[in-house]
Nanobody, 123 residues
Framework: QVQLVESGGGSVQAGGSLRLSCAAF????????TAWFRQAPGKERKGVAV???????AYPDSVKGRFTISKDNPENTLYLQMNSLKPEDTAMYYC?????????????????WGQGTQVTVSS
């Protein structure tokens, strides 16, 4: 049974930082694509960072330069370092994984999901 377990969310003021973690059980994260998505109430789930099987990384413009995705293969854990947080970054954050080598921004194409961790940024 595959489990992705996120942690590290919380409440911060604008300009602050948080580091999210996603520990994987029953699945090797280096097997394929891994990603972070977020979803605000009433809005569509959107990708904020991806790292593919080959190590290529991508971010949307909304977080580029502020968020950093990384992966610790021996620990089988995915991270998301978030700096210079803004109120519009407030959302539930999810880690996701799939056996495909190349990543996509389309959330339905991911097989494995964590339960989510809430990030709230106040102005």
């Amino acid at each position: 049974q595959v489990q992705l377990v996120e942690s590290g969310g919380g409440s911060v003021q604008a300009g602050g930082s948080l580091r999210l973690s996603c520990a994987a059980f029953g699945y090797i994260l280096s097997s394929g694509c891994t990603a972070w998505f977020r979803q605000a109430p009433g809005k569509e789930r959107k990708g904020v960072a991806v790292i593919d099987y080959f190590g290529a990384i991508a971010y949307p413009d909304s977080v580029k330069g502020r968020f950093t995705i990384s992966k610790d293969n021996p620990e089988n854990t995915l991270y998301l370092q978030m700096n210079s947080l803004k109120p519009e970054d407030t959302a539930m954050y999810y880690c996701a994984a799939d056996t495909r080598a190349y990543c996509t921004w389309s959330w339905p194409r991911y097989t494995y999901w964590g339960q989510g961790t809430q990030v709230t940024v106040s102005s």
